[in-house]
């Protein structure tokens, strides 16, 4: 716990389930976190959720803790108002770790805005989804180290990262802000101070056509952007296909991701991309 503040414990579950054609949220929260408002931009269907923290960040000592369940035939949308916010610490951890878990014949897209590490902060950011059946997610991280043009460059602190979907593939580590080797190599991050990663992955193998064509189409996307030597899109597995990109800044790697994202909505469960209007304020 932060000397002299209040340490903020927040919960939020989410229980997305399907009936009659509808995809509908039950929800239950404590603390300083929650649901904003659901919307139907799609139809009923799919379920676009906007969660808020007002706080709008975390001090050493606070938890934000998310549960999502995503019921058969059930297809919900989650994204956030604005940046995750670690803040700095004088010696306790921050966390925020959300768990999701899909039924069978489930489709979850987990989109929350990106993540910012301020300097000397204490930070854990974890994100886990579990997947059953043939059902199947887009997910994207997007993190950002300081605040280089406020000259508060992430210099001291950590950064504790984990990514994964369950069985399939793990993504864990430590970033740190003295570790020049980490911040500045050619087999780190370069120089650059925003990361991003999305993927699409499912309960089952995909099916070899499916991942060409998301391939192909994120190649083709790539190659066209001013991040084409900064990006990459393989597949580590027959369950998951992963896009990662580096930049300077944050909206590169974001409009890139969200290109990304359209395309393979397209291809892949053939919708229209219908980004949610928040990220057009």
Not at 86 to 98: K, M, P
Not at 141 to 165: I, K, M, S, W, Y
Request: with cysteine.
């Amino acid at each position: 716990m932060e000397t002299g503040s209040t340490t903020w414990l927040a919960s939020l579950q989410l229980d997305y389930t399907r009936k009659s054609g509808r995809t509908a949220v039950a929800h239950a929260h404590t603390g300083p976190v929650r649901i904003l408002k659901s919307l139907y931009p799609e139809g009923d269907a799919i379920c676009h959720s906007v969660l808020v923290h007002p706080p709008s960040g975390l001090v050493g000592g606070d938890t934000i803790d998310i549960a999502v369940s995503v019921g058969p035939g059930a297809h919900a949308l989650v994204t956030t108002p604005g940046a995750s916010r670690f803040y700095r610490s004088t010696g306790d951890w921050a966390t925020q770790q959300v768990h999701a878990h899909l039924a069978d014949g489930a489709r979850f897209e987990w989109l929350p805005l990106e993540t910012l590490a301020y300097n000397n902060c204490k930070a854990r950011n974890t994100a886990r989804f579990s997947l059953a059946g043939d059902s199947e997610l887009i997910a994207w991280d997007l993190t950002a180290l300081g605040l280089p043009l406020a000259g508060q460059p992430f210099e001291n602190g950590t950064l504790r990262q984990h990514l994964e979907v369950e069985g399939v593939w793990l993504e864990r580590g430590d970033i740190v802000g003295n570790d020049d080797y980490l911040l500045n190599s050619a087999l780190g991050l370069d120089g650059h101070r925003c990361a991003g990663t999305l993927v699409f992955a499912s309960g089952r193998s995909i099916a070899p056509k499916r991942v060409e064509a998301a391939l192909t189409a994120c190649m083709n996307l790539i190659s066209a952007h001013d991040l084409c030597k900064q990006a990459g899109v393989t597949q580590p597995n027959e369950q998951i296909i992963v896009l990662r990109t580096l930049s300077a800044q944050v909206e590169p790697s974001l409009d890139l991701l969200r290109q990304v994202w359209a395309a393979w909505r397209a291809l892949l469960w053939n919708l229209p991309s219908n980004e949610p209007r928040l990220w057009r304020l």
